[in-house]
C-alpha cells in the first residue's frame, strides 16, 4: 500500500519537475532560443557569439571552386576524387601558338609554374561531389579550393547553389573551345609557327 | 511471406516509418498488440561500402567510412585510421593522437546525444529530443570550425589529421563542456527520471548478459547488460590508455539488469566519462606538426588486419587485407549496429508494438552502417 | 593465452585440424574445412578456451582460380584472448559447416558472407541473402563477379565512358 | 438560453413553432461553428508557439500580414488552413468508401453537441440543459464511434490499431471522469452547469473563492482526476496512443488527408474546449470572478471563463510537450488501479464531508 502510495508520489513529483524546465525555457525563450531565422539571418550570426570567424576555419566545405587561369592540367585532383565528379580534358600542343581569347593557356600560373597543357574542359559535378576536399590537397597550384572561410578573399562563400535542372549543377570552368579552336590547337597552323 | 497463424496477423513496420531510424523494414507477427515474431529486413541502403573500397585508394575509403555511420564519422574514420597505421605500422605524432582523441569523444557526445534524443522522441518526449539536438549542434559547430564539414568529415587521415587545431579550439572546447555538464542534469529531470519514460523503458526488452555476448552485440548495449567490456579500456588504441575513465555499466537501478533503461542510463554515464576524456585529453595536449607522420604514398604491407575500435555503437572493426598496391584488396567493416539488429527478435519476442519501438530505438542502430 | 597455445590446444584436441600454412600471420589458423563444426563448439565451450564471442566473419576472395576464404575472428570474453580462424572453401561448390547456432550473431553474419560469396553455410536454418534483394544475380565480392545488366526492368548504370558526358 | 430566448422571440413574431425552432437553432449554431474554428486556429497556433517557445525554439515566423515578411506567424494556421483545403482528397482504394467519409462528420458532431452546452457566461450558452453535465459527457463519448468508423474503414492495419487503442482507451476513461464529475454534482445537488456555476460563489475558507476545487480536499483531488481523464479522452499525449506517430505513423488518421483530416483536427482542438469546459463549469467556478463579488458582471464572466478555459487548454499543451507517452497496459492501469480507485474513495469522502460540514 506504501508502495502504491509512494509511486503516485514519485509520478506527481518527477512529472512536475519536468514540467518546471520547460516552464523555464518558456518564459526564457529570449535568452534560450536557438534558431536561425534562414534566409533573414546567415551564418555566421553574430548574437549567437560562439566565438567563431570566418577567417579562423580551417576550411569550409561548400561549393568546389577552380581558378581556371592557374590549372596546369596535372590531373591531380581528377585521380584524387573517390567519386569521380571531376573530369578534366587536356590537348597537348606542340607550339601553343596564340593565346585564344579567355583561354590564356599560354603565361604562366600565379605561383610562377609555365603552363604546358591547355585545359580545354574541366567540369566538376556538384550533385556527385561527396565534399571530402580530397581534391584540394594534392593541387600544386592551389587552384582548385572550397569557397568560403579561409578562402573568403579568392571566392566568397556560396552553399545555396541548388538548382532546377541536374544539369545546372555541372560547373565548367575551362573556357568551351569549339571544333576550330581546338584544330587548331592540335595541329597548329604554319602561320601560327611564323 | 510465410504462413499466418491462426488469429496473428502480419504487420510491416517501415521501410517508411517515424521510428525505424532510417529505412528498415520490420515483417512483425502480431497477436493483436503482442509481438510473436520479428523477422528485420535489411539492405534498403545498401551502397556497396566494400566492394566500392575495392576499387578506390586507401585515402579515398575514408570519405566512405564516414557515410556508414554518419552519426559518428570521427569515430568511423579513427577505427579504418587505426587498423591502417597499425598495418603500415606507422608511429603519429602525440598531437595527432591528442586530437583524434578528443575529437572521438566530441562524436561520441553528439552521437549519444542524438541517441538519446530521438529515444525519447521514440517513447513520445518530443522536447528533450530538440535541447539534445541544441547541444548537439555546438559539437557540430566545432567540427566545422574545425575541418569544414557538420556531418561528413574526412577528418583523420592514415599517420595524422587534416587540419591542426584552429585558434582557440581548445578555450572554445572548455567553454562548451562547462556549458554542457549542468544540461546533463537537466536532461536527467527532463527525461530520464520521468515516471512515464521509467515505466516504458525499465524491465522493457531485456538482454541477458550471456545473449547479448552470444549476439556479439557491444558497445553501450552490451554494458547495460552488465558486461564491463570497452575496447578503450581493455584493447586500448591511439592513447586512451592515459585517460582515468570509468566504464560505467548497467545496474537495474529501475527494473532488470539489460533493459532498454540501463541501455539508455549507460549512454548518459558515457557521455559524462567523454566530457572527463575530453577535459584531460585538452589539458595534455602537446605541441607538433599534425601532418609530419603522413606517407608519400599510402602503399601497405602485403597482409591482413582485423583492428576493432570502440565507436558510439560499439566494436566498430575493421578487416583491411593489403596486396601491397595502393588498392586495397578488401575492407570489410563489422558494424556495430548490424549485430545489434540481429537481436532484435529475440529480444522483442513477447512484447507489445510500443515496445519494440522501445526496444529497438534503445539498441541506437544507424542503418547508413548496418547495410553499409 | 597467445595463439600459439590456443592454437596447440585445438591441435591436441583434433589431430589433423590445423593446415600448415605459412601465409598465415601469427594470430592466424588455418583449419580444415571437414571438422569445423566440432571444432567451433570445442572452442566455444573448452574451459580454457572459451571463445564467447564471434567477432567477426569475413568471407575472402583471393582472386581467380584461388580458393574462397572465410575467416572468423573468435574472442573470449573471460580470458580476452583471441584468435582468427581461416577456412578455405572450394570455389565451385563452397560448403562449409553453420556455426550459426553457437554463436547467434553468425546467423547474420553468415548470411552476409553467403550474400556477398554465394558460400553456402550448410545447417544455417534460414540462409537467404541479406543486403543484397533476394533475387540478385551473382555474388558481388568475387573477383570474378559482372554486375547484371538489368534488374527487373532497370537497366544498371555502367560506370561512366569518358566520351559523350558532358 | 440562447436557443430558448431565440423560440421565445420568434413565438412574439408570429405562429410558427417547428420553423422558429429550426431557424433557433440554425442561428445559434453558426456562432458555436465559428468559436470552433476560431479556437482550432488560435489553439493550433498558440500551441506551435507553446512548444516552440519549451523547445527554445521560436515557431512559425514567416506568414505574418505581408507573408515572409510578417510578423510572428500569425497567419501561419489560415495559411495551414487554406493548404488544407485546396490539399488533394485521397480515399484509399480498398477502404470502406461510406464510412470512410462518414466518419469525420461523426466525430465532428461529437465535438459540436458538447459545445452547445457550455456556459460561456450566466447568459452565453446555446442550450441550458438540467442535465448539463450528464449530456457533455454523453455527447463527448459519441467521437469514439466516428474514431472506430475511420480506423476500420481506412483499411489500414496502423489505422486498426489506433481505433482499437481509441476505443478502449476512452471506455476506459470514460469512468473516472464520470466519478469525479459527480462530486460537483453531489455538493451542488443540480445537474444544470448554470446553477452548478452559482453554487460556487462566494467564498469559502475565508480566502478562497467557493469553487467546488477548494472545498474540500476530495474535491481537490477529484478535479485532478477529472482533467487526467479529460486528456485521456481527447486523446493527447501522455495520453495520444491512438495516434502515437512514432508507433502508429498517425494511428487513425493515417489514411485522412485535406479537409477530412482538417475536420479531425477541428474536433480535437473543439474537445479540448469541450472538456476544459466541463472542468471550469465544475470545478473552478465557470465564470465566478476568482475574487469573489469582484468584477463579477455581465462581460465580465466571459471573459473569466475563457481565462480558466485558456488556462487549463495551456495546461493540456504544457504536459503535451514535456512528457513521454504511456504504453497500452500502463494506460489501463493508470485507469482502473489508480484513477478509478481514488475516484470512487472520493465519492465516500465528499459524501462523508456533506453528511458532517454540509
Not at chain 4, 476560431?38 to 525554439?57: G, Q, T
Request: charge should be negative.
Amino acid at each position: 500500500m506504501s508502495r502504491y502510495f509512494a509511486n503516485i508520489y514519485d509520478t506527481v513529483n518527477t512529472l512536475w519537475t519536468g514540467m518546471r524546465i520547460t516552464w523555464r525555457h518558456m518564459i526564457n525563450i529570449k535568452r534560450d532560443n536557438v534558431t536561425l531565422q534562414y534566409p533573414e539571418e546567415r551564418w555566421p550570426r553574430p548574437e549567437r557569439n560562439i566565438g567563431f570567424e570566418h577567417e579562423n576555419y580551417n576550411i569550409i566545405r561548400s561549393r568546389l571552386h577552380v581558378d581556371i587561369d592557374d590549372c596546369i592540367g596535372c590531373l591531380k585532383c581528377e585521380r584524387a576524387c573517390p567519386v569521380d565528379c571531376i573530369h578534366i580534358d587536356t590537348i597537348k600542343a606542340p607550339d601553343r601558338g596564340e593565346d585564344i581569347p579567355d583561354v590564356k593557356h599560354t603565361g604562366e600560373t600565379s605561383n610562377g609554374t609555365k603552363k604546358a597543357l591547355v585545359v580545354s574542359r574541366f567540369t566538376i559535378d556538384m550533385s556527385e561531389c561527396c565534399y571530402c576536399n580530397l581534391c584540394a590537397y594534392p593541387c600544386p597550384e592551389e587552384c582548385i579550393f572550397m569557397v568560403g572561410g579561409p578562402n573568403s578573399s579568392k571566392h566568397p562563400i556560396d552553399y545555396e547553389f541548388s538548382e532546377f535542372d541536374r544539369t545546372d549543377l555541372i560547373y565548367q570552368f575551362a573556357k568551351k573551345l569549339n571544333t576550330e579552336q581546338k584544330e587548331n590547337l592540335q595541329n597548329p597552323k604554319p602561320e601560327a609557327e611564323a | 511471406m510465410g504462413v499466418v497463424q491462426g488469429d496473428q496477423m502480419t504487420l510491416n513496420i517501415g521501410p517508411q516509418h517515424p521510428s525505424t531510424h532510417g529505412v528498415l523494414r520490420l515483417e512483425v507477427m502480431t497477436d493483436g498488440e503482442i509481438v510473436s515474431k520479428i523477422k528485420p529486413h535489411i539492405g534498403y541502403l545498401h551502397r556497396c561500402f566494400e566492394k566500392h573500397s575495392e576499387n578506390v585508394t586507401y585515402e579515398q575509403v575514408i570519405p566512405f567510412t564516414d557515410r556508414c555511420d554518419y552519426l559518428a564519422s570521427m569515430n568511423s574514420n579513427f577505427g579504418y585510421v587505426v587498423a591502417m597505421e597499425q598495418l603500415m605500422e606507422i608511429k603519429v605524432p602525440e598531437r595527432v593522437d591528442y586530437i583524434r582523441v578528443i575529437m572521438g569523444e566530441l562524436n561520441r557526445i553528439g552521437s549519444h546525444l542524438l541517441a538519446l534524443g530521438v529515444y525519447g522522441l521514440d517513447i513520445g518526449a518530443f522536447t528533450p529530443f530538440l535541447y539534445m539536438l541544441r547541444d548537439r549542434e555546438r559539437i557540430l559547430d566545432m567540427f566545422e570550425y574545425t575541418c569544414g564539414a557538420r556531418l561528413l568529415y574526412n577528418y583523420m587521415w592514415v599517420g595524422g589529421v587534416s587540419h591542426d587545431l584552429p585558434k582557440d579550439f581548445e578555450k572554445i572546447c572548455i567553454g562548451f563542456l562547462d556549458y554542457f555538464e549542468p544540461q546533463i542534469e537537466e536532461y536527467n529531470n527532463l527525461l530520464t527520471y520521468n515516471k512515464i519514460f521509467v515505466e516504458r523503458t525499465a524491465d522493457v526488452g531485456v538482454i541477458p548478459a550471456d545473449v547479448a555476448v552470444s549476439y556479439g552485440v557491444s558497445g553501450p548495449n552490451l554494458r547495460g547488460s552488465g558486461v564491463k567490456w570497452d575496447v578503450r579500456k581493455d584493447e586500448p588504441y591511439s592513447i586512451y590508455d592515459r585517460f582515468e575513465f570509468d566504464v560505467p555499466v548497467g545496474n537495474g537501478h529501475f527494473g532488470t539488469l539489460g533493459d532498454c533503461f540501463d541501455r539508455y542510463w549507460v549512454r548518459m554515464l558515457e557521455i559524462q566519462e567523454s566530457v572527463k576524456i575530453i577535459r584531460q585529453a585538452l589539458k595534455d595536449i602537446p605541441g607538433g606538426d599534425v601532418h609530419q607522420a603522413l606517407p608519400k604514398k599510402i602503399r601497405p604491407p602485403k597482409g591482413s588486419i582485423y583492428r576493432r575500435t570502440e565507436s558510439p555503437r560499439g566494436d566498430l572493426g575493421y578487416y583491411i587485407i593489403s596486396d601491397g598496391t595502393p588498392v586495397p584488396f578488401r575492407v570489410k567493416m563489422r558494424s556495430p549496429a548490424f549485430t545489434a539488429l540481429s537481436c532484435l527478435d529475440e529480444v522483442s519476442r513477447g512484447w507489445m508494438i510500443s515496445d519494440v519501438i522501445a526496444i529497438l530505438g534503445s539498441l541506437d542502430i544507424v542503418l547508413g552502417e548496418i547495410d553499409r | 593465452m597467445t595463439s600459439a597455445e590456443i592454437i596447440a590446444a585445438i591441435e591436441n584436441q583434433f589431430s589433423e585440424a590445423v593446415i600448415e600454412n605459412e601465409d598465415m600471420a601469427d594470430h592466424q589458423v588455418e583449419l580444415d574445412s571437414a571438422h569445423w563444426f566440432d571444432i567451433a563448439t570445442f572452442m566455444k565451450n573448452d574451459p580454457n578456451l572459451s571463445f564467447d564471442q564471434l567477432e567477426c566473419i569475413t568471407g575472402v576472395d583471393p582472386g581467380e582460380d584461388s580458393q574462397l576464404q572465410t575467416r572468423y575472428n573468435l574472442h573470449s570474453m573471460e580470458y580476452r584472448h583471441k584468435i582468427e580462424v581461416v577456412i578455405r572453401h572450394d570455389r565451385e561448390n563452397p560448403k562449409v559447416e553453420s556455426i550459426e547456432q553457437l554463436w547467434r550473431i553468425g546467423d547474420w553474419f553468415e548470411r552476409e558472407t553467403y550474400d556477398m560469396y554465394g558460400i553456402i553455410y550448410e545447417g544455417h536454418r534460414d540462409l537467404r541473402r541479406i543486403l543484397c534483394p533476394d533475387d540478385w544475380e551473382g555474388w558481388p565480392l568475387r573477383k570474378d563477379y559482372e554486375g547484371q545488366e538489368s534488374y527487373h526492368g532497370i537497366v544498371v548504370p555502367k560506370i561512366k565512358e569518358e566520351e559523350g558526358w558532358e | 438560453m440562447t436557443v430558448d430566448m431565440l423560440i421565445d422571440w420568434f413565438a412574439t413574431i408570429g405562429n410558427f413553432p417547428a420553423l422558429a425552432f429550426i431557424l433557433a437553432v440554425v442561428i445559434s449554431g453558426i456562432p458555436l461553428f465559428l468559436i470552433m474554428a476560431l479556437n482550432a486556429m488560435i489553439a493550433v497556433y498558440v500551441e506551435r508557439k507553446v512548444s516552440a517557445f519549451m523547445m527554445d525554439r521560436i515557431g512559425p515566423m514567416g506568414q505574418g500580414p505581408g507573408l515572409h515578411a510578417g510578423k510572428w506567424g500569425l497567419l501561419q494556421t489560415a495559411a495551414d488552413a487554406v493548404k488544407l483545403l485546396v490539399k488533394e482528397d485521397t480515399i484509399p482504394d480498398s477502404s470502406d468508401k461510406f464510412l470512410f467519409k462518414m466518419a469525420p462528420y461523426i466525430i465532428f458532431i461529437g465535438a459540436f453537441l458538447g459545445l452547445a452546452a457550455v456556459p460561456f457566461s450566466s447568459t452565453l450558452q446555446v442550450a441550458d440543459f438540467n442535465v448539463g453535465v450528464f449530456y457533455i459527457i454523453a455527447v463527448g463519448s459519441i467521437g469514439v464511434i466516428g474514431i472506430v468508423m475511420a480506423g476500420w474503414a481506412s483499411n489500414n492495419k496502423w489505422s486498426l490499431y489506433g481505433a482499437m487503442r481509441s476505443a478502449s482507451q476512452i471506455i476506459s476513461y470514460e469512468i473516472p471522469a464520470g466519478l469525479s464529475i459527480i462530486i460537483p454534482i453531489m455538493m451542488a445537488g443540480t445537474m444544470n452547469l448554470q446553477e452548478l456555476i452559482q453554487f460556487q460563489s462566494g467564498s469559502v475558507w475565508i480566502v478562497l473563492p467557493n469553487w467546488i476545487i477548494f472545498n474540500n480536499p476530495f474535491s481537490f483531488i477529484a478535479f485532478f482526476i477529472f482533467f487526467i481523464s479529460a486528456i485521456a479522452e481527447t486523446n493527447r499525449t501522455p495520453f495520444d496512443i491512438p495516434e502515437a506517430e512514432s508507433e502508429l505513423v498517425a494511428g487513425w488518421m493515417t489514411e485522412y488527408s485535406g479537409f477530412r483530416w482538417a475536420v479531425f483536427f477541428l474536433s480535437e482542438y473543439a474537445n479540448m474546449l469541450v472538456v476544459s469546459g466541463l472542468a471550469v463549469a465544475g470545478f473552478l467556478g465557470g465564470w465566478q470572478s476568482p475574487i469573489p463579488g469582484l468584477f463579477d458582471t455581465g462581460a465580465w464572466g466571459l471573459f473569466w471563463f475563457m481565462g480558466k478555459l485558456i488556462f487549463l487548454i495551456f495546461v493540456m499543451m504544457w504536459f503535451r510537450w514535456t512528457f513521454p507517452r504511456l504504453r497500452v497496459d500502463q494506460l489501463m492501469h493508470v485507469c482502473w488501479k489508480v484513477l478509478i480507485p481514488i475516484a470512487m474513495v472520493n465519492i465516500f469522502g465528499v459524501g462523508i464531508w456533506k453528511l458532517i460540514f454540509g
